[in-house]
T-cell receptor
C-alpha cells in the first residue's frame, strides 16, 4: 500500500482565486504525476516529474503549474481559477524500475463557481 | 484518439452473475494494469500483467493479457455489490512511465 496524501479533499472556490492543491508521499518515489478526471471518465495526464527540479507537461493542456522542490512534495497551482477548471485532480507516484505501477491519492474535487 | 478502448462502457448486473470487461488496443504494451475506482476516490491497483498470454487470479477476479500484449480482459465470477465501481485499464508503451488510460467501464452490481 502506498502512502500518498492529497489535500484538500474538496474545495469550492470563486472565480479568479489562486489555489494550490497539495500532494505528498512518504515512499521516496522519484516519479510523480498529476491527472485530471471528470466524473466517471478517463484520466488525463496534465503534469509529471521524474525527480527534484524536474517537471514536464502531460498530454492534456492545462493552465495549472507544478513544482518539485522536494522529493516528497508535488503541489499543483492555479493562478486564477475558472469554472472550466472544475474537476477531480489525482496525484500518483511510481517507484523507479519494474512495471509501471502507479499509486494514487484519494484526489481533490475542485469546484469553481 | 483513444489508445485503449474499453467495453462495455456501462454494465449493470445482479448479485451472483458473472461479467467480463474488455480492454483493446492496436498498440503493444510492455505492461498493463487494471484499477478499480469508487466515487470520490482515487484508482486502486488490482493487478499488473506483463507477459503475453498471462492469466492472473485474484479471488473471484480473473485477468488475462493477450498473447500479442495488445488486449486484456477482466472476468468477475459471482459478482457482489462490493464489486461496484469504475474499472480502468491502463498500459505503458514506453519506458518513461507514462500510463495511457482507457475511459473505464462502470460496473453496478445490485443485490
Amino acid at each position: 500500500e502506498a502512502d500518498i496524501y492529497q489535500t484538500p479533499r474538496y474545495l469550492v472556490i470563486g472565480t479568479g482565486k489562486k489555489i494550490t492543491l497539495e500532494c505528498s508521499q512518504t515512499m521516496g518515489h522519484d516519479k510523480m504525476y498529476w491527472y485530471q478526471q471528470d466524473p466517471g471518465m478517463e484520466l488525463h495526464l496534465i503534469h509529471y516529474s521524474y525527480g527534484v527540479n524536474s517537471t514536464e507537461k502531460g498530454d492534456l493542456s492545462s493552465e495549472s503549474t507544478v513544482s518539485r522542490i522536494r522529493t516528497e512534495h508535488f503541489p499543483l497551482t492555479l493562478e486564477s481559477a475558472r469554472p472550466s477548471h472544475t474537476s477531480q485532480y489525482l496525484c500518483a507516484t511510481r517507484p523507479s524500475g519494474g512495471p509501471n505501477i502507479q499509486y494514487f491519492g484519494a484526489g481533490t474535487r475542485l469546484s469553481v463557481l | 484518439t483513444q489508445l485503449l478502448e474499453q467495453s462495455p462502457q456501462f454494465l449493470s448486473i445482479q448479485e451472483g452473475e458473472n461479467l467480463t470487461v474488455y480492454c483493446n488496443s492496436s498498440s503493444v504494451f510492455s505492461s498493463l494494469q487494471w484499477y478499480r475506482q469508487e466515487p470520490g476516490e482515487g484508482p486502486v491497483l488490482l493487478v499488473t500483467v506483463v507477459t503475453g498470454g498471462e492469466v492472473k487470479k485474484l479471488k473471484r477476479l480473473t485477468f488475462q493479457f493477450g498473447d500479442a500484449r495488445k488486449d486484456s480482459s477482466l472476468h468477475i465470477t459471482a459478482a457482489q455489490p462490493g464489486d461496484t465501481g469504475l474499472y480502468l485499464c491502463a498500459g505503458t508503451t514506453d519506458s518513461w512511465g507514462k500510463l495511457q488510460f482507457g475511459a473505464g467501464t462502470q460496473v453496478v452490481v445490485t443485490p
